[in-house]
């Protein structure tokens, strides 16, 4: 709002909003333009922003009653408008201080309730400048609130007597205050994740992010630590931008940035693209998190005090760790005596002491490691081969010092390959890390796997190079192998260990990707995997840890139950082969279900059973064999909230079995009466399956507008085995609540006989497999290609 406007009369708070929205562009998402009508960058925005609320907030203040010098009434801004970082649709955390001479509260009535009523939203107290020190001093949020406080309107006086005291409060109390001051941010953390590493970062709350900013300052304030530094600098200008136009773009508050806006956002901030922007924001996220870590550390307050002689006196303990490594305090430090210069392993075994002990590296140690410690010439000595080893093998404590070694430097010396993957944002929705954090957590994952292998130092290496190969325009698995090959010969693996560890990379989707797309019981599906792996047993327990570690480090609800019976009873069956036993014949039904499908034969009528262990359930569905049975026992488990993993479908007495693997999408499972009676109703035609599965999927927000377009790949059984004649079609696409029964009803229409199906979920997308008869027609995978793609969309 240009000053001269309303010149004649105060701006009412409509006003306010009317001009915020013209300066945000409201209703064209990147359309945000000044007054001139020239796009509005993110800093100019945000000072516009503050400008124009400062405006209305001083005009307003005056009529509302808030008196000038000496009038004992002051309104102050804290937070973003106290700092003039005023991002879109921040709410307004304002104070009106007073010295308690008259009463404020109508007042304080006239400045909120026109914000109220006009949307704008609004943080707010009012208090004597006695009263607001008091909560300061039982409330750090308050505390840290009042160090940004700004003078907006009134008697300046009282402005300046609360900032100053307040000031003054935080630095004479900040000591006693340290140890609620580190709790509070490592809860944020928790509740909030990290900015640097992952795929939808908190770009306020995360670790790295903008309130840790406002902890440095704080420190800063105190006098406890330095100002932060220009790189800070600038890490700090990245998020504030990023979080402006996130806002702008969503047109409401929102600090947690998704893919699918990182496009718009990065061409504003002339990144290119998201994954440039996803890159930007990890380095800047690590830059903070790490001068946070560093400011926590070094005013010792993560150190425990000793109470010596009734004096509390710090008195760090220099404790051997290593050759050349002690504990100094709290931290792993270098000894008086080390030379990182002649000392080659010198690196590693700090490293590993730190990742064992779980303390943080010493910044003077990184320093002098990074000054003078050489790269190991290769091929390694066995004994820093083994350095690393143990600290791959750390555990948790892996985490915390790649990310000091990688800041500094001192893991691209160790691994140079690592820089394609550093701060790489994945491409696949159901990864929630970025890459490098993903390959650091699947190796974390790994260490409490070792006594499951005979090989632990290979599968912890293996977990740490498994997606060294991504993020170079090819398959990430080939390339990953020579890689792997690169590295296991700079290590000073035997040339068998190098081999083992690259087939390990090239391999190491074989077992997941088999299990859940494949028949595991069918001796053509073990007998490829079986020479795939040239028959070596090693290989198949190492990349059956290395699937479960990757899986679990890949995000929330990828290592399921059933894909962990899954995958074990493949590396069964596996097992059996290379050592010359035959495998269990396949029985596509038990007898369970084969009395089932016979009381349905002799009734008439339609029946299930159910077994469940733990939240994995078996549910199996008879009925008179006729084309249909499939897709309707799937449209029921699907009105249920019933997640279906795999599906298999016989036949006996002329009825028709189809048996499920599931597992419930939200609480428990459903009463089996009522799955009874909706399949019922589903077989005789009078349950509008389509009709009802379509409001469900409505009600769950329905299907992406920007999802991928569905893909199908057609795979043919080895000849010879049970199922020779047979095909898989494998379907690729956006996942939906209906979509196991659309695409089923798609087949069935297409007259084909389902054999078994086999149905992944990974974050929004599934992998939904399918085995049948070959057809003998011309055109027929034509035919049913599209209509499968048809139903998938």
């Known amino acids: 709002m240009a000053q001269g406007e309303h010149a004649s009369s105060t701006p009412t708070a409509a006003d306010l909003v009317r001009a915020r929205d013209r300066l945000l562009g409201a209703g064209a998402t990147t359309r945000s333009a000044g007054p001139s009508g020239t796009r509005l960058n993110p800093g100019a925005l945000r000072e516009a922003l503050a400008d124009l609320h400062e405006f209305w907030l001083t005009a307003h203040a005056a009529q509302a009653g808030v008196g000038g010098r000496g009038g004992g009434v002051a309104l102050l801004a804290v937070g973003g408008l106290g700092r003039r970082e005023l991002v879109p649709y921040s709410d307004l955390d ?44 039982h409330d750090l949020r308050t505390q840290l609130g009042l160090l940004d406080a700004r003078h907006m309107a009134g008697d300046a006086e009282i402005t300046a007597r609360l900032a100053t005291a307040a000031r003054a409060q935080w630095r004479g109390g900040v000591r006693k205050r340290l140890g609620e001051l580190i709790e509070s941010v490592r809860q944020r953390w928790a509740r909030a994740g990290e ?17 840790d900013l406002a902890i440095l300052d704080a420190l800063a304030l105190a006098q406890l630590i330095d100002r932060p530094g220009p790189e800070v600098a600038a890490a700090h200008t990245l998020l504030l931008d990023t979080r402006t136009e996130l806002r702008r773009i969503a047109g409401r508050p929102r600090d947690v940035l998704r893919p699918q806006d990182g496009d718009e956002i990065a061409a504003v901030l002339g990144l290119g693209d998201r994954f440039a ?24 307050a993560t150190t425990p005090a000793r109470k010596v002689l009734g004096v509390l006196r710090r008195q760090p303990e220099r404790r051997p760790l290593d050759e050349g490594v002690v504990l100094h305090g709290n931290e792993v430090a270098l000894a008086r005596d080390a030379d990182p210069g002649k000392d080659p392993g010198l690196l590693l075994r700090v490293a590993a002491a730190a990742g064992r002990t779980g303390h943080p590296i010493a910044p003077v140690a990184l320093s002098r490691l990074g000054e003078s410690a050489p790269e190991p010439r290769a091929p390694w000595p066995a004994e820093v081969r083994q350095d690393l080893v143990a600290l791959l093998g750390a555990g948790e404590g892996l985490t915390d010092v790649v990310e000091a070694l990688d800041r500094t430097g001192l893991w691209a010396r160790l691994f140079p390959e690592w820089g394609a993957v550093r ?13 490098d954090r993903h390959l650091v957590q699947a190796t974390v994952n790994a260490a409490r796997l070792v006594t499951s292998v005979s090989r632990p130092d290979l599968l912890l290496i293996g977990a740490l190079l498994h997606d060294l190969g991504k993020g170079r325009g090819q398959d990430h698995s080939v390339v990953g192998a020579a890689l792997a090959t690169q590295v296991g010969a700079r290590l000073g693996l035997p040339a068998a260990d190098v081999a083992t560890l690259s087939a390990m990379v090239r391999h190491h989707l074989l077992l997941p990707h088999t299990a859940t797309r494949r028949d595991v019981a069918d001796e053509s599906t073990v007998h490829r995997v079986v020479d795939t792996l040239g028959g070596d047993p090693v290989l198949l327990e190492l990349l059956h840890a290395l699937a479960e570690a990757d899986s679990l480090a890949t995000g929330p609800g990828v290592w399921t139950d ?3 019976r899954l995958t074990a009873e493949l590396v069964s ?14 029985d596509p039904l038990d007898d369970a279900q084969r009395a089932l499908a016979q009381a349905a034969a002799e009734s008439g009528r339609p029946d299930i059973q159910v077994d469940t262990v733990d939240r994995l359930a078996t549910v199996t569905f008879v009925a008179k064999d006729f084309p249909g049975v499939l897709s309707r026992a799937a449209g029921v488990l699907a009105l249920n909230s019933l997640e279906v993993h795999a599906a298999t479908v016989g ?25 009874r009676e909706q399949f019922t109703r589903a077989v005789s035609g009078s349950l509008p399956l389509a009709e009802k599965l379509a409001a ?21 059984h080895e000849a010879g085995g049970p199922h020779s004649a047979a095909v898989v079609v494998e379907l690729r696409c956006a996942d939906r609540i209906g979509l196991l029964h659309s695409v089923a009803d798609a087949l069935e229409r297409c007259g084909v006989d389902v054999l078994w199906a086999r149905v992944a979920t990974l974050g929004g997308s599934a992998v939904d497999s399918f085995s049948f008869a070959a057809g003998t027609t011309q055109g027929w995978r034509s035919a049913i290609e599209v209509a499968v793609l048809e139903a998938a969309r």
């Open 562 to 564: 059933w894909k962990a």
């Open 94 to 137: 304002l104070v009106l201080a007073h010295d308690g001479r008259k009463p404020v509260d109508a007042v304080a009535e006239r400045l909120w309730y026109p914000l109220w009523n006009s949307g704008v939203g609004l943080d707010h107290s009012v208090r004597t400048v006695g009263e607001a020190l008091d909560v300061a001093s």
């Open 423 to 435: 701060d790489l944002p994945p491409r696949d929705a159901a990864h929630v890390w970025t890459v």
């Open 651 to 675: 036949s006996h007495a002329g009825v028709a079995v189809g048996a499920f693997s599931v597992t419930p999408r939200f609480g428990s499972m459903p009463d089996p009466a009522l799955l």
């Open 696 to 716: 469900k999927e409505r009600d769950y927000g329905g299907r992406a507008e920007d999802a991928p377009a569905p893909k199908v790949l057609w795979f043919d």
């Open 195 to 211: 900015v640097a590493h992952w795929v939808e970062p908190d770009l306020k709350h995360g670790r790295g992010g903008l309130r």
């Open 573 to 586: 069956h596996c097992r059996m082969a290379m050592a010359g036993t035959p495998l269990p014949a396949a």
């Open 277 to 300: 922007l996803a890159r930007a924001l990890s380095g800047a996220g690590r830059t903070i998190a790490y001068a946070v870590d560093v400011a926590l550390r070094s005013t010792g």
